[in-house]
Each structure stands twice: as C-alpha cells, then as structure tokens.
C-alpha cells in the first residue's frame, strides 16, 4: 500500500535532483532561439513520465511548441479520469545581474530551490508526476485514470492552444481538469483558486480634423480630440465605481457568502498592499473589499493614452486626435462575445456626432469559475488539508489563463493545485520554489488521487454535466 509520507521522506533530497535537472533547460517560449531547449525540456518531461509510468508523447500542434501528452488508463471506466494541466515553458530570466546565482544552474538555499520554472511551472508539474511514479510504485496501479497536458508556450499567451484542443480534445477528454499552476496566499495558509478572470482589450481611436489646428486662429470654436477622449474616458465608471456601460453586470455571477467569508479570513493587510504597491489609497467599487474587487468583480483600465502634442517645449495646437487602449478583467459568467459590442455601442453612443471614431478589438479571453460546492472542489480541499494539516481557503484569482478554453474543448470543470507563492517571484529574477511547500504538494496530488477516486465524489464527476 502507496505510503506517501514515507515516499516523500525517503526520496526528498532525489526528488530535488530530478526537478533541478529539468529547470536547468532554459525552455523560453516567446524566445524563438530557445525552441530547442522548449523541444528539449518536453522531451525530459517525458522522460521522466515514462519513467513514473505514463504512456508519453510530445505533441504540437501545427506551428506551434512542443506539449506533453502523458496517460495512465488502468482505473476502469467507473472510475473517473483527471487531465492534469500546466506548461514545462518558461517566463525570460533577464535581467540578470539581479540574480543572486544563475537562473538555469538551479541551487538549494534557505529551504527553497532557486531557478527560473522552479514553482512556475516545473516544480508544480514535478510534484503530480512524483506523486503518480510513487502511486504506481507501490500499488501497481491508481485510483484514478489520469492523462496530462503540459503545454510548452503559455509564457507566450498560449497560440495555438484552440489548434491544439481542436486536434486532441478527444484524447484529453476527461471527467476533471486538474491545473497544476496556480499558487496559495501564504505560508501557512494553504488554499485552492476557484476561479480565473477573463479580458477584453480594445484601442479607441477619435478625430476631430483632418490636422492639427492653431489653438491662437481656433481655440474656442473648434472641437479637441483629447479633450472628447478624456471626457469619453472619465464616464466609464460612476462614482459608486461601477462600470457604466448597460448591460455590463447582466451575467455576472455573484460572490457567495461561502465564498466572501473566505476571501474575509485571508490574510490581508490593506496597508501592506499599499506598501509593496506604493500607492498611495486602494479606490474601487463600493460595497467589496479590495481583495474581493482584485479577482471576483469586473474591472475597467485605461492602459495609455496619447495624442496632440508632448515633445519638449510648447506647441500651441489643438490636436486632431487622439487614442486610447482600455482594458476589462471579467469575471464569470461574463463572456467577451456579448461584451465587445456593447464597449464599442457605448463609445458610439457618447460621441458627439462630429467626432470620427473607430473601436477595434484585441480578442479576449473568457473567465472561469468552478463552484465552491463542486464535488472536485470539494474533494481537493481534502486533500489538501490532508497533505497540509489545516482546512484551505478557498479565493479567486485576478489574472486570466486558458482554463476555460480548457474547460470548454474537454467539457470538465478545473479544480486548482498549485503551491507556488506571493513570495516566490515568479516571472522575476530570484524565482523560488520553497521546498516544504513542493513536498506537501506531492502528498496533496497523491491524495487528490484517491479523494477524486471516493464513491460519491467518482459518481458525481462522472455524471455528465447539466
Ligand atoms: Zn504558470
């Protein structure tokens, strides 16, 4: 019978050695001269999941860097199947100078391995394979079916993901998505993301002439194009915070009391996020606290603003034009689809008729949310207060991912187990992985395992969605 504990006792300093060997290929996906290394770390992924016992292979689609595929089938198909999900590629390690040893020559200190990938995501998709190379050491088999995709260009905004899934939804299909790439609040606070935030991105473009005009021979009669875009701008919120734009929370899905009353006993110091920030108030839509406002409620940005004049010295015109980029986190069930249009009706709408203006939009991605109540909610919470002594928390995260992409191609909800943390500087110099925190994931993934393999949590999972 699997003994995790003693597994993870046993083989801790080995596992070390494994995983430094991985993040020691500089796998940078949006770097086109390290495609190699990307081909090269998928090709050491698989190595080391044929090794666990997973039937491998690396698979790309058309254009696109290479992923792992890996699979173990043997469960029977009343039990369910779990795709575990995260990326073997890698954030660029510049600059630097800032590191306190090389990002691809990974180094034990203070407790932590330090590497670029170390938590973000080798260290994660580490502690699931060890957790099934020692599952399948001991017993011979799972709990549960379980199939992985580890993609090698999430770094670079994941391009041919759709491609990917459009060719390999079938053999990633699944009763649960596992992603194995997100964090915890703290320490000593282990806690499961339920939720990712979606994006819309758009850049405004208004004219008002066909030049610049001389603010002395014009000023006063003639219509500024900053001044339109400013005036524009300034009417997306109210003063209550809200977005403005009708129809905006139509579909928004609203923060439970389960879920507020957990966002409420996270550790959160408003004065520390304005220390590490350096701003100087935390402004925002009344009626959330600001760690509910950062990932569970829609948001409006301007990103940059240009336009006129702002060379050196003075230059009296009234500008022609002007350009806005505007950006919206979403949340669910909030889809980019509906939303576009009702940006661009709203910016025609608030235009004065003699302004010319053109919306185009960057694409957007959706937002994703699984149900606290969720059974593979549910479940993981067991594992992880199992592996980590203490019930988690569960919260939401702010940034956006391809989870819901996943979700949609493979028709399974995600469940989140990731260990990396704030701390960790993860896409900065000095990434960390603290090892105490790698060991209790590789005890939660074993665990997960079998909770997800428990009667009425199989059932449940297998139970098509409805
Ligand atoms: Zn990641």
Redesign the pocket.
Known sequence: MADIDAFVQAEADALVRELSEWCAIPSISSDPERAGDVRRSAEHLAGLMEAAGLDTEVLAADGGLPAVYGEWLGAGTDAPTITVYG?HDVQPADPLEEWATPPFEPTVRDGCLHARGAS??KGQIHFQVSAIRHLLAADGRLPVNVKFFVEGE?ESGSPTIDAFLGEHADRLACDLILVS?TGMVAEDVPSLVTAMRGLIYFQVDLRTAPADLHSGSFGGAVPNAIAELVTLLAGLKDEAGRITIPGWYDDVVALTDEERANMAALPFDPDQLKAVTGVGALPGEDGYTPLERMSGRPTADVNGIWGGFSGVGTKTIIPATAHAKVSFRLVADQEPARLEPLFERWVRDRVPDHVEVSVRSYGGVKPARTPLDHPGNRAAAKAVARAFGKDPLFYREGGSGPERALSDALGAACVYLGVMLPEDRVHAPNERLLLAHYYRGVRAAAYAFEEFAKPEVATALRAPAG
């Open positions: 990326h973000d995501d999430e790439d």
